[in-house]
């Protein structure tokens, strides 16, 4: 173990991860084949091995640092670029089902190779925007966790995640500092979408020190067929206040 790989594995432990060796030559692996397909497509602009070890991989774990993923059963993770948080979960925690959903196809081509080249079972590989993916019904309703790393303002990001996310489970949404101005704006489409902001972690990279926080909320009940509405339109058309898609009982 070098210095890097033993800050890692020390720092996690102290968290109450345990990686075994098979564990930390996967992620060995993992950076090896971000690096090199990095160089073919914009995956990363991160490729320095200690900052892709803190900035993505601890950082992508950070998660399971406050929800228990040992106990959860699935995991959706939505817009995953080149695998985060969901590829640094899933070397953690083998036994969970993944989903990635990402709507650039080259992305979804990488990440079953690394899935191939790291012997990862288990992991569904979805090209497709979230929007048209979360109304398939294999999606819809279905996952315990879902989260999304560096997507959209929590607005739009709810319609694009919340879809996916089973009744009383959980959307992780990993964010920079402060995402208190985003929760606010965000209050109209978590009760649209049947959900409700539950926490917020703050943590600190241990290395680089910037803050991130992660913002846990719970789905309340299904999804409302109104919604994830036209694929482009959550982003750009964020339900911030206005008329609800959603019939009202009379
Ligand atoms: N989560 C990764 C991370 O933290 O490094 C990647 C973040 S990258 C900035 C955003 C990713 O979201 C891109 O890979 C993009 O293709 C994907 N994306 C954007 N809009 C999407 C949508 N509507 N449905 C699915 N994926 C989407």
Not at 56 to 68: G, N, R
Request: charged share 25%; aromatic share 8%.
């Amino acid at each position: 173990m070098d210095a890097v790989q033993k800050s890692f594995h020390e720092l996690l432990a102290a968290r109450g991860i345990e990686l075994a060796p098979h564990q930390l030559s996967q992620f060995e692996r993992y950076f090896e084949l971000l690096v090199e397909w990095n160089e073919r497509m914009n995956l990363t602009g991160i490729t320095e091995r200690d900052a892709v070890f803190e900035k993505h991989f601890y950082d992508s774990l950070s998660l399971a640092f406050y929800m228990d993923l040992s106990k959860a059963r699935n995991l959706a993770d939505i817009g995953s670029g080149a695998g985060f948080p969901s590829i640094p979960l899933k070397i953690a925690f083998p036994h969970l089902q993944i989903t990635i959903v990402d709507s650039l196809n080259k992305r979804i081509s990488f990440l079953q190779h690394v899935c191939d080249a790291l012997g990862l079972e288990n992991v569904q590989c979805v090209h497709g925007r979230a929007e048209d993916v979360g109304r398939i019904p294999a999606h819809r309703d279905q996952y315990e966790v879902v989260t999304a790393r560096a997507v959209a303002r929590l607005a739009g990001l709810g319609e694009l995640c919340l879809p996916f996310a089973a009744k009383d489970g959980v959307f992780a949404a990993m964010k920079g500092a402060n995402p208190q101005e985003e929760l606010d704006e965000a209050a109209y489409a978590l009760k649209e979408l049947r959900a409700k902001a539950e926490r917020v972690e703050t943590l600190k990279l241990p290395f680089e020190q910037s803050e991130r926080a992660i913002v846990f909320i719970r789905k309340t009940d299904r999804t409302p067929a109104a919604y994830p509405r036209k694929a482009g339109i959550p982003l750009k058309q964020p339900l911030v206040r206005g008329i609800s898609l959603v019939k009202k009982p009379r």
